[in-house]
């Protein structure tokens, strides 16, 4: 019973242009919104957050989109460079505790 | 200055026997976390601890068993481990929000 979903489990894009991972999850109890970057042999790395009172939040070169109707949420990273090629873990939190649900990631490929 | 250490980073070792995996953070968080990353990459809690309480316990065997001394340090001792032991676990800590994770430490059990 996965909660959290990446579909995609690669990505390539262009250095320069827009990177997008989704993230879809099925519990309408999920109200905090996270993402995580992932080098080879290190822990995740805290990226980016969202409210589920908000629909958009950003920083610096990403942003993170949610749509709660759709239980959808991106991540656009723009403009996307080689420094970005990592897996990137979408989690959820509910608002009864700390537990984070994670996806099982998509791993990122930007190209020079 | 890390903020969320672990030790070993690898630890090889036999069925059957004892180990364990250190954590420390010194960011100031109340809350540690144990995640394990499987071989199909997929991150899951284990536990997780509030100010040395014990508020997370996900279904994992009793031969797990987290001990924290003080907020700054969760430790997962490990006893009579199994070959489905054999994964990449995670420390983590946090206040009031965004997780913190250490680098992992890699377990082969052979």
């Known amino acids: 019973d996965q909660q959290v979903k990446q579909n995609s489990p690669s990505l390539s894009v262009q250095e320069g242009r827009i990177s997008i991972l989704n993230c879809d999850y099925t519990n309408s109890m999920f109200d905090y919104f996270l993402w995580y970057k992932k080098y080879p042999a290190e822990g995740p790395t805290f990226l980016i957050s969202i409210s589920s009172i908000k629909d958009k939040n950003e920083d610096g070169r990403f942003t993170v989109f949610l749509n709660k109707s759709a239980k959808h949420l991106s991540l656009h990273i723009v403009p996307s460079q080689p420094g970005d090629s990592a897996v990137y873990f979408c989690a959820a939190r509910g608002s009864s505790g700390d537990k984070l649900t994670f996806g099982t990631g998509t791993r990122l490929a930007v190209r020079p | 200055d890390t903020a969320v250490s672990q030790t070993p980073k690898y630890l090889v070792t036999q069925m059957g026997n004892d180990k364990s995996i250190k954590c420390e953070q010194n960011l100031g968080h109340d809350t540690m976390y144990w995640y394990k990353q499987d071989s199909k990459k997929f991150l899951k809690i284990m536990f997780s601890?509030?100010?040395?309480?014990?508020?997370i316990n996900e279904t994992v065997p009793n031969r797990f068993s987290p001990k924290s001394p003080d907020k700054a340090h969760l430790n997962l001792h490990i006893n009579s481990l199994e070959l489905g032991d054999s994964a990449v676990y995670f420390c983590?800590?946090?206040?009031?929000?965004?997780?913190?994770f250490g680098p992992g430490t890699r377990l082969t059990v052979t």
């Open positions: 983590a800590s946090s206040s009031r929000g965004d997780q913190y």
């Open positions: 601890y509030n100010n040395k309480e014990l508020i």
